[in-house]
């Protein structure tokens, strides 16, 4: 008897702008064609060995431009094909309207995997399918500008109940548990990131259920520790010039990374800086970062949404994505203060800017987050204390 095939559908999970995202092409004012490594799969790099490609105004710099394979585009970088940019840090197929030249010449059906499904993110699960945005899309960006709600919580409360296994539906809870810590629209996103981490540390033993007046106790613990604003502060600048140093290095983002980096030497330089500027431009800063917390919280929603479970998680994976978000947030919040600093302002359109280009500089894989945080901090799980080092808490602003 020939065994039977489970065509049981998957259920599907999505963020509540999923649907309605379109890329903006040549209005995009970050374009993911340039200063990023475009990776090509094995299906594409077989097809573009197949397809020859010529484009009139190089004919004159390229010998033998006519026969050129599109694969020769492509350099092997970390065992995967990647498409070799040019001397402008830009896709080679990009035109100067910013439009991609494959595409007009062949169709969609000439691109990458990459390139068709960024910036969407699709994971699969034994019995859901999860769909969200990457924070490295500008138009992604808006949608939270212009959205109330990041995740239809119905749908995912209906969700939890229907996970059979074990193991998966406390993460599942876990995750939901991070979640409302954020989405309580009284604490700072601050406090809520370290409340977080704090269920999340307890919850290796299973935990994942509090009652209200447990929270409330949580909340008032956080509240009456001593955050000391200039050490979380020094240790930040020193995460956002560690994190954006290969970058610069390379050339890449300079035009959005050089007064950053050059304000942030000088103040990591500086030992009077701390003593005699510092409180009161950070308390300016403060007060038009508020302004930024509900953008802010919806891309923690939805980075937490989308990054802190995927398949082959356990509670491990789940902790050390957690931390990357935590420190993904302190050095965004490191690189609005300097933009402030430099600029005197933090409009939205900046805020995105910054979202945006640290999001990139950031979006490592998981293999590539492990060796960063083993070796830069000699431990793979944090201790709970330098979580809330680098988050840091804004009650006294």
């Not at 169709?107 to 499904?117: A, V």
């Amino acid at each position: 008897m020939a065994n039977r095939v489970n065509h049981r559908k998957k259920h599907e999970i999505k963020t509540t702008y999923y649907d309605k995202f379109q890329c903006l092409a040549s209005e995009c004012p970050i374009t993911c064609c340039k200063e990023w490594k475009i990776s090509v799969d094995e299906k594409s790099s077989k097809k573009w060995n197949d397809t020859r490609w010529s484009d009139h105004r190089e004919t004159e710099y390229i010998e033998n431009a006519k026969t050129k394979k599109l694969s020769e585009y492509l350099i092997h970088y970390k065992e995967a094909d990647v498409i070799c940019l040019n001397e402008k840090k830009e896709c080679p197929f990009l035109d100067q309207q910013k439009l991609c030249k494959l595409v007009l010449r062949y169709g969609d059906q000439i691109l990458s995997k990459t390139c068709r499904e960024f910036p969407r993110e699709i994971h699969e699960f034994k019995d859901r399918r999860e769909y969200s945005l990457a924070a490295c899309c500008p138009a992604v960006v808006d949608f939270w500008r212009d959205t109330q709600d990041v995740l239809d919580k119905e749908a995912m409360e209906k969700m939890e109940s229907d996970i059979k296994n074990n193991k998966e539906r406390h993460l599942y809870q876990l995750r939901m548990l991070l979640i409302s810590c954020l989405e309580d629209q009284k604490i700072s996103i601050e406090k809520a990131l370290l409340m977080g981490f704090y269920l999340l540390l307890e919850g290796k033993d299973g935990r994942v259920s509090y009652q209200k007046e447990e929270l409330e106790e949580l909340s008032q613990a956080v509240d009456e520790m001593d955050f000391q604003i200039e050490d979380t502060f020094l240790e930040d600048n020193a995460l956002f010039l560690d994190m954006t140093e290969n970058y610069w290095k390379q050339g890449i983002y300079r035009i959005f990374l050089e007064p950053l980096r050059e304000e942030a030497s000088r103040m990591e330089t500086d030992d009077g800086y701390i003593e005699n500027e510092f409180m009161q431009e950070y308390g300016k800063f403060l007060k038009v970062y508020r302004d930024q917390e509900s953008l802010l919280r919806k891309y923690l929603i939805a980075e937490m949404f989308g990054q802190l479970l995927l398949d082959d998680y356990d509670w491990q994976d789940m902790t050390v994505a957690m931390q990357w978000i935590g420190m993904e947030y302190a050095i965004m919040r490191q690189a609005a203060f300097l933009t402030f600093k430099q600029t005197g302002t933090l409009s939205y359109e900046q805020m995105k800017e910054v979202i945006v280009y640290i999001a990139r500089m950031t979006g490592y894989d998981d293999a590539d987050i492990w060796e960063y945080l083993e070796e830069s901090f000699q431990t793979l799980i944090w201790e709970w204390g330098y979580f809330a080092f680098i988050i840091g808490n804004r009650k006294g602003e």
